[in-house]
């Protein structure tokens, strides 16, 4: 077992968990619903997210959610910090070795789809990794020859697509182009993402997918839409508006969230 996971057992208790769930840009908030929360700052952890990103957390939260034990991971670390995309591997490795066997992902996201509006969430059916970085490079053994196909796990999908159904908005579901950032797209960029059959583009997920699914894990992951692509509306695209537009999102993945964790 890793050092961490070692850390964390000790101070949380020794009972497995059945998620981790990865809070992006804005929202760190759903945090919030965890009972009997136990947290535990990154910096005591070997591995896991340093720096940080304005509008992400920096803690990891065990408690519970939807009637089960599991690990919140506040805020992410991106390639675009470093450029290392197997930033998030301890962290990831760290859950499995908590016992996790789903990995729930979210971010923000610019939409580059006219069904997805600012404010909206969109399920993630698929994603392009037009960055071009994989997280699994440099991993010696032949377990790096990660089968991608349904990396979003059809059954989780179809979950919380009949679970948004009782909910007060819709719940469609798009391809996720990784784009590595840190600064947005060019307007062109934006064009060619729509060509190349993107629903929205964003800078992170990606590489998590990868780790989850080399991992063995299923892996779940929902994006809430901020804006609209570069070029797309007129409305200025900055990270403050993204972390802004972000709170809509948290409230919407406030009630879908803890009503798939009690279906795992
Ligand atoms: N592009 C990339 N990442 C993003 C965007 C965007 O427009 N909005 C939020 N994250």
Redesign the pocket.
Known sequence: MSKPAKTIRKIAGNEPIAAALVLG?GLSSIGELMTDTVTIPYSELKGFPGGGVSGHGRDLLIGFMGGKRIAVLTGREHYYEHGNASAMRPALETMADLGAQTLLLT????SVDSRFQPGDLMLISDHINYAGMNPLIGEPTDRRFVNMVNCYDLDLRAKATRLAQGFDYTLGEGVYLW?S?PS??TVAEIQMAIRLGANA???STAPEVILGRFLGLRVWACSSV??M??GLSSEN?SHKH?KHMAVQGAEKLKKLIPALVEEL
């Not at 971010?107 to 610019?110: E, F, I, K, L």
């Open positions: 840009s971010n923000s996201a610019g784009y950032g947005f797209e583009v964003g800078m901020t804006n692509g570069a695209i993204t």
